[in-house]
């Protein structure tokens, strides 16, 4: 018999998590997370380890962390609802990890670039990496930046997207891939020292986060032999695994025009055959390509992948891969 | 249109023989290729089920229960879950003593939001209005319309966005309980906000583009929003409609030149354009109505140019500045823009518009300010 609302608000009041809603936050983390890339997991599979990994983590930092057992529990109106919001918080938590991952990456390559490239050069010795002032070695400065936050955002801002090849959202953009590649990382680092002086790390992170719009990094010691590789290419195994999450993400109306459209093969019969319009149909198939941007790692990557996706989504497929 | 997916739960439940709505999801099963995906990704991947052990260690933690509380008046800076009903009256009450009719509307059985008291009650036409903000703990997701407060900020013990976009005024009976308050540096950091002075580091970041999942909430979500904030809006379009001298502005879908209509754009002529996701105090009869999901653009489709973007305020600047999000020029080479607020009209330069561009319009003006925005081209 299954807990009832009332049942788990009680258990809630009584010991803020007891075996009943211990049983449903486990369900929902095992459902939810294979709907995600493998990429989520941290450790590149979902398996027993990996998913009780994401449910203790997600347990601490939001239903714990942020309340959001009390939150959802005291707001939603119903079973299927409370169901709803902590999907959607297990869901915001491997994101938000993944991207936190995905940033500390850049902040990790940073320190070791500024440690491994003659072009830089330390100012005096820290014992702490994160406190260490860097400079550059062609005008070499001896004490640190005097420049205030502003000042500094304004010096990160003057080189613009553009001119950085910054991976972003866009169409050829790949959001969760590290920001800067590496030599628009060091045209980025130098121009920084060059206008602002000597920085820290810590300093240099907080521009970047600002600039970049990214997240804090994760509470580890940023040292240069952190692994911290540049993104490789999927394999077709992992391209495969992509398909199926991405497929089964799509909401309901997006994965009907999407299946249409892999029947007909054209936009304007697709069109007429679910009723609608071409723009919402194209529409349709930018918001998955959006999700398959979130995992590609070279744009190549992504047509490849969303006709993988409508070979699944097709009326005559198997619905795996 | 529109049909919600089950979440994954629900396949789970479905698969292990423990669904009460099998049928109903075997139903959904057969027109959703996207659910016959999932459900083939949970039977090619069975999970043991899972260890836990490690939750004793937050079993008994009864400081992250909160306690719900009914004083009689809402304050400033304290945190309230909204009602999940409400009715509003069949009639309000002019501030000049006369009376006139509301149109019908209420809810029930709806989910209760968390909500952040930013104003003290304000009594007219026979309710007790309450400004509020939603809050959410996702502050991973915020905006620059949204301030984020620190989880040592409030009783309440988590970090919350404030979602500023999302400000509204409710009646005091759509207030249910108080759960908790901001705190010692909250408070000042909600006084600086709200005297325009706040902390620039608790903003977050500008939306991308258009296709930013930050720009979307939950379709539950967003539905609660609606209903929260229709009956200010109703009240305030019914009183201004019976002619009260009101201190609500008056509250129009946009204009009797209607922007709907595509016109002869001729040059100099003031077309209007249409908000997708209005803040919500700007077009009462379409929050109040509308089902679709509203990313938060202005858009016009004339017959010399089709426009879409966003209202940003430039924390750098002090400008209030169109992105241009999609632009396509037919007839047309320049336009300027025209924004109205309830006090006043600004105008920006005539410009080109491009791709990815800004356009800034009034230094100091928050896009929630905005009652109206209108291009015009300039030959």
Redesign the interface.
């Known amino acids: 018999m299954?807990a009832t609302l009332e049942d788990l608000r009680s258990e809630?009041?009584a010991?803020?998590?007891?075996p009943k809603l211990?049983a449903?936050v486990?369900?929902?983390?095992?459902?939810?997370a294979?709907?995600y890339p493998r990429s989520y997991s941290g450790v590149g599979v979902?398996?027993?380890e990996s998913?009780?990994d994401a449910?203790?983590g997600w347990?601490?930092d939001?239903l714990?962390?942020?309340?959001?057992?009390?939150?959802l529990l005291?707001?939603?109106?119903?079973l299927s609802?409370l169901?709803?919001g902590?999907?959607?918080s297990f869901s915001?938590y491997l994101t938000?990890r993944r991207?936190r991952t995905s940033a500390t990456n850049l902040y990790a390559r940073t320190v070791k670039m500024l440690r491994t490239d003659a072009t830089f050069a330390p100012v005096g010795i820290s014992s702490k990496p994160n406190e260490q002032l860097w400079t550059l070695a062609s005008d070499p400065k001896t004490g640190p930046s005097t420049a205030d936050?502003?000042t500094r955002?304004?010096a990160a801002a003057a080189l613009t997207n553009d001119d950085l090849n910054v991976v972003?959202?866009?169409a050829t953009s790949l959001k969760s891939s590290p920001v800067l590649r590496e030599p628009t990382l060091k045209v980025f680092l130098e121009h920084l020292l060059a206008q602002l002086g000597a920085l820290t790390p810590a300093d240099i992170i907080e521009i970047m986060r600002?600039r970049f719009?990214l997240?804090e990094p994760e509470s580890v010691e940023l040292v240069a032999e952190l692994d911290a590789p540049e993104p490789s290419p999927h394999d077709i195994a992992s391209q495969s695994l992509i398909t199926?999450?991405v497929?089964?993400?799509?909401?309901?109306?997006?994965?009907?025009l999407?299946?249409t459209l892999a029947a007909e093969e054209d936009l304007k019969a697709a069109a007429k055959a679910c009723a609608t319009t071409d723009s919402a149909i194209r529409a349709a198939y930018?918001?998955m390509e959006?999700l398959v941007i979130e995992e590609a790692v070279e744009p190549s990557e992504v047509d490849h992948i969303c006709g993988l996706i409508l070979g699944?989504?097709h009326?005559e497929s198997?619905?795996?891969v | 249109m529109d049909q919600l997916c089950p979440v994954p739960v629900d396949w789970l439940d479905y698969l292990e023989g423990r669904s009460k709505f099998a049928a109903g999801l075997e139903n959904h099963l057969a027109g959703c290729p996207a659910c016959r995906v999932l459900l083939a990704t949970l039977e090619a991947t069975p999970i043991a089920a899972l260890p836990n052990d490690w939750a004793s260690s937050f079993r008994g933690r009864l400081d992250g229960v909160w306690h719900e509380e009914r004083p009689q008046t809402p304050a400033r800076a304290e945190f309230w879950f909204s009602a999940s009903r409400y009715e509003l009256p069949g009639e309000a009450a002019l501030n000049n003593g006369g009376g006139f009719a509301l149109p019908s509307f209420s809810y029930e059985n709806m989910n209760r939001t968390l909500l952040l008291v930013i104003g003290d009650p304000e009594p007219q036409h026979g309710f007790d209005w309450v400004d509020v903000v939603p809050v959410l703990s996702d502050v991973e997701r915020a905006t620059e319309t949204d301030y984020v407060f620190s989880a040592t900020d409030s009783s309440l013990n988590a970090p919350w966005r404030a979602m500023f976009a999302h400000q509204t005024k409710v009646d005091r009976g759509q207030l249910d309980t108080r759960v908790g308050s901001l705190l010692g540096n909250g408070i000042e950091a909600l006084h600086s906000v709200l005297d325009d002075n706040g902390d620039e580091s608790r903003w977050g970041f500008p939306l991308e583009d258009i296709y930013d999942p930050r720009g979307y909430e939950a379709e539950d979500f967003e539905d609660c929003l609606r209903a929260l904030r229709t009956p200010w809006l109703l009240v305030s379009e019914a009183a201004s409609t019976a002619g009260t001298a009101s201190n609500v502005f008056v509250l129009r879908p946009p204009g009797p030149e209607n922007p709907t209509e595509r016109t002869s754009d001729k040059s100099g002529q003031l077309l209007w354009l249409q908000p997708r996701l209005a803040p919500p105090e700007m077009v009462a009869a379409f929050a109040a109505a509308s089902e679709e999901r509203k990313p938060g653009l202005w858009e016009l489709d004339a017959s010399a140019f089709r426009l879409v973007g966003r209202l940003k305020l430039n924390k750098q600047t002090g400008f209030l500045a169109f992105s241009v999000c999609e632009v396509e020029l037919r007839l047309a080479s320049r336009l300027r823009l025209v924004v109205r607020t309830a006090e006043a009209e600004y105008a920006s330069e005539a410009f080109a518009p491009v791709l990815d561009t800004s356009v800034p319009i009034a230094r100091g003006l928050a896009p929630s300010a905005v009652h109206q925005l209108g291009a015009e081209v300039v030959s």
């Open positions: 299954s809630h009041e010991e803020f998590i007891g211990l449903l486990e369900r929902v983390a095992r459902a939810t294979l709907s979902w398996n027993d998913i009780a449910l203790q347990v601490a939001r714990w962390g942020r309340r959001d057992l009390t939150n005291a707001g939603a109106a119903s609802a169901r709803s902590l999907t959607r915001q938000s991207e936050l502003h955002l304004v972003r959202y866009g600002r719009g997240l199926q999450s497929a089964a993400r799509l909401n309901h109306d997006d994965s009907r999407l299946s930018k918001r959006m699944l989504l009326p198997r619905n795996s």
